[in-house]
């Protein structure tokens, strides 16, 4: 909590996988209130199992991971998604790669069911025609069945889902994968004008050109470690000279 | 053979059967558990509404007849809540959880219908007649007062539980989770606390149906066992984890079941149904549901 600047999140010594696989390798990562944090690397290398190991749904996990001064990490060896509601309820947001959408549930519902904590329950309403101003597509779409939209839109359901909630982390895992370029470039716009405030959002990304000069930081990951950082300030400088 | 009766009698098995294959249905889709445990639901709620009417007439209270059917419908909800202590919460998180759930369930269906059997005797009781002794004529067809309330009350709860399930928040969880048990967790759905209200809903229609079947056979510890087959047989020709279709499946297996036991006998009733599931199956290997679906799945 140095110099007044509220630490959203911080993970020490971080390891998480699958079985006899471990995909994260004593990892370190502390996300600051109000800042927007790239995540880049290829497939494979961990950023989305650090997503999940934040949210407990890794097979098994250990290592500590304070979000906003509680700790919701430790040591797992199973049990995936048993506390994940917990970390939820601590104020993380995750919108998952591949789009968890329930498929039936009509995107107003889906809306809803992003509102779990109380204050987000009473407050649904004016968050609903918050989250239509970012994704102005979906007004005509909140009584349709989420499993007959396309994946464009299907991808704003499942992070106006994450927005409804009262989170004060915001982990985005691909935002633009499988989309059409056009559309992945809109939905990254739409997920940079949005007011953070005092919370904090991470987003993970292969395609570096569309986080560069737009967010605060942007790590890399590789073989599950968290490798070179570079404010965005600086890869900004390099731009404007090169 | 008459077109009057058959009707009313498919009618009142397609309400009480529903009513099982929906509460399984509802049960598997939401937790992944497949609950073998209901013919001992079944059968507790019987033995809890007349061993609760024992007591009330040992004590000279005369218990209202509607009583009967909210402490059948309490005692489900009880043995429902009991089944997702023991076999829902300590194992669902532990690999292999649909196996497991499925031992579990049915170790808790036969020590507990020998539990019954152990405690109340082999005798079968039976319950005070709930709906009387009145009977409505209409066009040829004879609605007595145990098929009337049976249908009425059936479909009151049926009717119920599935607004409850559209409009409350608790039901929009519990449709959650049959749809995505992993994003719901990602929304903030406790597993646990959600699987305590499936289990204790579908233990209250279990209950409701014990009570209303009691009207015509009796309590007896094994009297769950064919619901049980029944139920989970339903669940699966409408397709697990829908709704509407196990209520149409349930709808056309109480006509076959009608129309077998006025035709052929009843006790080809089982054979027929069978060869009526597997038929469905066969055709449409989702069940119902697969021709109902709206939207595609993932």
């Known amino acids: ?241 090169g | 053979m008459d077109i009057g009766i058959i009707a009313v009698n498919a009618l009142t098995l397609a309400c009480i059967y529903g009513m099982l294959a929906i509460g399984i249905s509802i049960t598997w889709s939401s937790l992944g558990l497949v609950n073998l445990a209901y013919g001992f639901m079944f059968a507790f709620a019987g033995y809890g509404a007349w061993q609760i009417n024992a007591w009330c007439s040992a004590a000279h209270l005369a218990l209202p007849p509607v009583a009967t059917l909210a402490i059948g419908v309490l005692c489900g909800a009880l043995a429902g809540l009991l089944v997702c202590a023991l076999a829902f919460i300590p194992i669902h998180d532990k690999p292999n959880f649909t196996m497991r759930g499925m031992v579990a369930t049915i170790a808790i269906d036969l020590i507990g219908t020998q539990g019954l059997l152990w405690y109340f005797g082999p005798r079968a009781k039976s319950l005070p007649e709930i709906f009387g002794y009145w009977q409505i004529e209409y066009g040829g067809i004879v609605l007595t007062a145990n098929t009337a309330g049976a249908i009425g009350s059936s479909i009151l709860l049926l009717g119920a539980v599935l607004l409850w399930m559209k409009s409350s928040r608790r039901g929009l969880e519990i449709r959650a989770m049959m749809m995505n048990p992993h994003a719901a967790s990602l929304v903030g759905i406790g597993v646990r606390r959600t699987g305590l209200y499936v289990m204790a809903l579908t233990g209250g229609l279990a209950g409701l149906a014990a009570v209303l079947l009691s009207q015509t056979y009796y309590v007896s510890p094994f009297a769950g066992f064919t619901p049980l087959i029944k139920g989970v047989s339903i669940a699966l020709c409408g397709g697990l984890g829908s709704v509407a279709g196990a209520v149409i499946a349930a709808v056309i297996l109480g006509i076959n079941e009608a129309v077998t036991a006025a035709t052929i006998g009843g006790q080809y009733v089982l054979i027929t149904q069978f060869a009526l599931i597997i038929a469905i199956i066969v055709v449409r290997p989702r069940g119902i549901a697969g021709i109902l679906d709206r939207a595609r799945e993932a």
């Open chain 1, 1 to 241: 909590m140095a110099d007044g600047v509220q630490e959203i999140l911080r993970v020490t010594s971080l390891s998480a996988g699958y079985g006899a696989l471990r995909i994260l390798h004593d990892l370190d990562l502390t996300v600051l209130a109000g800042e927007r944090l790239g995540i880049v690397g290829l497939n494979g290398h961990g950023k989305s199992t650090l997503f999940l190991a934040i949210a407990g749904l890794t097979g098994w996990q250990r290592g500590s991971i304070l979000l906003n001064g509680h700790e919701v990490g430790g040591t797992r060896s199973q049990g995936p998604g048993r506390y994940t509601h917990r970390v939820v309820r601590r104020g993380l947001a995750l919108m998952p790669q591949g789009d968890e959408i329930f498929h039936g549930l009509t995107v107003e519902e889906h809306l809803d069911s992003g509102a779990f904590t109380p204050r987000a329950w009473r407050e649904r309403k004016p968050r609903k025609a918050r989250i239509l101003e970012i994704f102005p597509p979906l007004a005509k779409l909140m009584a349709v069945p989420v499993g007959r939209l396309s994946g464009g839109e299907r991808r704003m359901v499942c992070l106006g889902r994450g927005l409804m909630a009262d989170a004060s982390l915001f982990l985005v895992d691909e935002p633009s994968l499988g989309l059409a370029p056009k559309i992945g470039r809109s939905v990254m716009q739409a997920l940079m004008n949005i007011e953070l405030g005092g919370a904090a959002m991470v987003i993970a990304e292969q395609n570096v050109s569309l986080l560069e000069g737009r967010v605060d930081r942007i790590i890399g990951m590789h073989v599950g470690k968290l490798k070179g950082e570079a404010s965005v300030s600086l890869s900004g400088a390099a731009r404007a000279q």
